[in-house]
């Protein structure tokens, strides 16, 4: 009886242990006397006592290598140590055991020679501002060469460029230079623009001062015309008003019955008071000559007595 209960648990033992279960995002290459037998994927599964083997493990995430810096020369004959890191996927798990030893390895000494390829064809300053072709170029050749392991690569990224330590000190000194470079044409390029907003400054004021001088000259000019306007209308008021006052004299004289030379003197006396003793010539109406040559010859007669 025990025997039989000690049979029974290594029957069930062995039966559990022939029930695999197949995790997610994982496969199992398995193995069957030594022959490839197929690949179990997610799930349970049941193998074949001392018969069937599980020969490996694979992991179908994508999986992150970050590879030591390697030594490469570029065309003009600067040595620099470059680490990369692969990004890459398995997608046969059959290929992936069985064809390749060490699949990791194999993907290190790949992109370690490609890199050595590729950087071969550039030289230090491509090398260092080419970073996506270097990485695209990458990817591509190492993507080929890993299609018979079952391996599938996404990315291929340069980690870092360590160049020599002179070449370092060279590039700082050059970067100086070029700052202070910058530094003296940002500063000349602000002085000329400085000294051009000045000599506009100046130009506008100059242009601003003429217009007010010519501005002033115009009122001025304006205002002496509308001075000799008012003086000439009134010197043009007060003659008419001197011509009315005659008017009025001499209408006067007439209604008051005097006769004609009267008049006439009091036409004289007028043209008296309009000269004020300022006009140098009188212009004196015919109708008064003969007033005036009799005024002399009365004048004459009375000397003569």
Sequence with gaps: MPVLVFLAIIIIAVIISCIKVVPQANAYVVERLGTYAGTWHTGMHLKMPLIDKVAKKVLLKEQVYDFPPQPVITRDNVTMRIDTVVY???????????GVENPIMAIENLTATTLR??????????????REVINTKMRASVDVATDPWGIKVNRVELKNIMAPQEIQNAMERQMKAERERR???????????SAILVAEGKKESAILNAQAEKEAQILRAEAQREALIRQAEGQAEAIRKVQEATAEGLRMLKEAGADESVLQLKSLETLRDMANGQATKIIIPSELQGLA?????????????
């Design 88 to 98: 890459f996927q398995i997608t046969d798990p059959k290929l992936y055991a069985y």
């Design 183 to 193: 530094e003296a044409v940002t500063r000349a390029e602000g002085e000329k623009k």
């Design 293 to 305: 040559g009799l005024a002399t010859t009365f004048k004459e007669v009375v000397s003569k007595d």
């Design 117 to 130: 390829n590729i950087i071969g064809e550039l030289d230090f300053d491509s090398t260092l501002t080419s």
